[in-house]
């Protein structure tokens, strides 16, 4: 039997040690529950720290921006509680066994473990690229054999389960939940009699799969196991299931109620348990996986004498055309494919442009509008940057409280992480920095002025960072992936762009001082109609690309 896997923890948030206590922001904190389809103020469980588990990936194929969206809206989810000065503990799991893992395995000629193993590089790969957080905890699920044997005994304990036998009496290695005993089952995804908060709300249960909307789901295929005629009630669900015949010997273990493997829910259950003890503050996951998925884990968590999630919180899908993205329905796009075409940095803006709970469409207008984002962003931290004489270091960035912060950003974000609303707070914040910015070679108070320049510049920066999109912080640094703004501005290319635009800098204040001022527009409306704008500010010239 495998034992039981206890990773390290592989992330210390900085934004979070460098914050000493919690923000008085905090207090203001308000967020959409699935449960009871209301907002409602944040409250921790335990007073400073924050503990959130989220549904990772089955890891049988590549991953595609689908995936990678609901990764980016949590990851923006745990940086505003990091802002705010919680501790919080992040646990997302790897479901590495599976029946389509097993399956797909095999038509390539993989051993199970080995297809696993390479898409969830994969994975990590993508998170990475597009700045997701590591987790604090990122454990697989084979290796929590024993927690979820030992929480299906609790369950059959408690009355709540029932162990399949053979003819003989013996255990057949199929253990299913019991519904009809829990009379709590529903209380997460029961639609009909819950009022809707809001307009996304609607559209979620619209879409969304529920107790009362369970039917053709084809996001969630239903398990084969799901569909014995062995079970008591149309509702009970696979806690543990026999092998089919073609699964690897080495994809079995043996049980008190048979040899097989772990239904699809219990490992989440196991999981969320084990690094987070009893009830912890958040579960969150993908919107396709409310039901059955997360039904099921709180139903079988509680039936098993545990404290449940205290929110559950759904992201929801990138669509095409209203059609949610997935390569199961052949419109799914492959995280290469995109980055292919946009840089990272423009990737994730455009996954992160819309509130957690609101559909994406994805379009070349998406993109398009992120590229957008990106120059304006980029031309302000770099003017503003030569402006003050350098840029303010990461230390400083990630010191800074969410009270520090603009008004209307901390509004928008403690409004259940209302990101188009902190989007708009940013552009307002650069645009009132490109005035100073423009006045700043009239001002005689110079000193003053720079330091009212540096002062929205560090806020800009510290808002860009809560979003993940601080162009000078990893990964955008090291390895280019947003281009300009000091992403990438130590390439070749740049290096030597930059000296032949200085040449060119050079020449026209040798015109301009001669008073050949027709030669020194004529520099200028070259290098304009390159995509070069020139600026002079006091301390000399400076240059962006348009």
């Known amino acids: ?91 997302r799991n790897v479901t590495d066994i599976d029946d389509k893992i097993l399956d797909k395995a095999a038509a390539a000629g993989q051993q199970w473990w080995e297809r696993a193993y390479i898409y969830e590089r994969e994975f990590t790969e993508a998170y990475n690229t597009l700045g997701v957080e590591p987790p604090t905890y990122e454990p697989r699920a084979t290796g929590h ?110 049980t008190p109620f048979g040899t097989g493997r772990p239904g699809w829910h219990i490992e989440c259950s196991a999981m969320s348990h084990r690094y987070l003890k009893d009830m912890f503050d958040i579960h969150g996951g993908g919107l396709d996986l409310r039901f059955p998925h997360h039904e099921n884990e709180m139903a079988q968590t509680r039936a098993a004498g545990y404290d449940s999630a205290a929110r559950w919180m759904h992201s929801a899908w990138v669509t095409a055309k209203g059609e949610k993205m997935s390569k199961s329905l052949g419109n ?21 442009s819309v509130q957690y709970r609101s559909m994406l469409e994805w379009s070349d207008q998406t993109l398009t509008e992120a590229q957008s984002a990106y120059d304006r962003v980029s031309n302000f931290i770099e003017r503003a940057g030569a402006a003050v004489g350098g840029q303010p270091p990461r230390e400083e960035i990630v010191s800074i409280s969410a009270d520090a912060l603009p008004a209307d950003f901390v509004a928008a974000m403690n409004d259940d992480i209302n990101v188009s609303g902190a989007s708009a707070a940013i552009f307002t914040a650069i645009r009132s920095g490109n005035t100073l910015l423009s006045k700043l070679a009239d001002r005689v108070d110079s000193d003053v002025a720079k330091d009212e320049v540096r002062a929205v510049l560090v806020n800009v920066r510290a808002m860009l960072d809560t979003l993940g999109l601080d162009p000078l912080a990893e990964p955008w640094v090291s390895e280019g992936a947003a281009g300009g703004a000091g992403a990438g501005a130590d390439s070749a290319e740049h290096t030597a762009l930059d000296r032949l635009v200085s040449e060119q800098l050079e020449e026209r204040a040798e015109a301009r001082k001669a008073k050949d001022f027709a030669r020194a527009d004529a520099i200028r409306d070259a290098l304009g109609a390159a995509g070069i704008t020139i600026e002079d500010t006091p301390q000399g010239p400076t240059w962006t690309l348009k």
């Open 1 to 91: 039997m495998t034992n039981t896997q206890e990773p390290q923890n592989i992330n210390i948030s900085s934004a979070a040690t460098a914050v000493d206590a919690v923000a008085s922001a905090a207090a203001d904190l308000k967020l959409y529950d699935t449960a009871s389809h209301a907002v409602s103020n944040f409250t921790p469980i335990k007073p400073g720290q924050v503990g959130m588990y989220v549904c990772g990936a089955t890891v049988q194929s590549s991953p595609h921006i689908g995936h990678i969206r609901a990764a980016v809206a949590f990851d923006v989810v745990r940086r505003w509680f990091e802002r705010l000065g919680y501790k919080v503990t992040f646990v």
């Open 145 to 254: 054999m024993i927690d979820m044997i030992d929480l299906i005994k609790q369950i059959i304990d408690n009355g709540h389960g029932y162990v399949v036998t053979d003819e003989n009496g013996n255990p057949t290695g199929n253990v299913y939940f019991d519904v009809a005993s829990w009379p709590h089952y529903g209380e997460l995804t029961h639609q009909k009699q819950t009022a809707v908060a809001d307009a996304a709300s609607e559209v979620a249960d619209a879409m969304g799969p529920s107790v009362d909307n369970a039917g053709n789901d084809k996001y969630n295929p239903v398990d084969p196991a799901d569909m014995s005629e062995d079970k008591h009630d149309p509702r009970d669900f696979a806690l543990w299931k026999a092998p089919k015949d073609s699964d690897p010997l080495d994809a079995r273990w043996n």
């Open 332 to 352: 799914g796009l492959s995280v290469p494919a995109v980055l292919a075409e946009n840089s990272a940095w423009v990737v994730r803006y455009a996954l992160g």
